[in-house]
C-alpha cells in the first residue's frame, strides 16, 4: 500500500495554472503507476491523467496539451502542472497509485484526501 498526500489546489481565473503536488509514503512508489483524477460536483470521477514508472504519460483528451504530468521517484512524489485552466477544470482532484493504467482509470488503487481546483470564469 502506499500513502498519498495532495498539495496545491486553490482558486484560479480562466487561463491560469495551477500546480499540484502528491506526497506518497511506501516502499515501492517507484513501481507503481502514479496519476490524477478528479470529481466535479455531481459528476464521476473521471481519469486525467497518468505516469509509468519509466516515465510515460497519459492523458485524457480534455486535457492534452493543457496538462503535464512528472514524477520523481526520489521524492516519492508526483506533479501535474496545470496551465490554460478552463472552468470545466473545476473538481476535486485526487492522486493514485494503482498497478495499472485500467486498474487507476477502474478506480482501483490507492487514493489522496484530494485538493479543490477552482477556475472562475
Known amino acids: 500500500q502506499v500513502q498519498l498526500v495532495e498539495s496545491g489546489g486553490g482558486l484560479v481565473q480562466t487561463g491560469g495554472s495551477l500546480r499540484l503536488s502528491c506526497a506518497a509514503s511506501g516502499r515501492t512508489f517507484s513501481s507503481y503507476y502514479m496519476g490524477w483524477l478528479r470529481q466535479a460536483p455531481g459528476k464521476e470521477r473521471e481519469f486525467v491523467a497518468a505516469?509509468?514508472?519509466?516515465?510515460?504519460?497519459y492523458y485524457a483528451d480534455s486535457v492534452k496539451g493543457r496538462f503535464t504530468i512528472s514524477r520523481d521517484n526520489a521524492k516519492s512524489a508526483v506533479y501535474l502542472q496545470m496551465n490554460s485552466l478552463k472552468p470545466e477544470d473545476t473538481a476535486v482532484y485526487y492522486c493514485a497509485a494503482a498497478a495499472s493504467i485500467a486498474t487507476m482509470k477502474a478506480n482501483f488503487g490507492s487514493w489522496g484526501q484530494g485538493t479543490q481546483v477552482t477556475v472562475s470564469s
Open positions: 505516469i509509468s514508472w519509466s516515465d510515460s504519460p
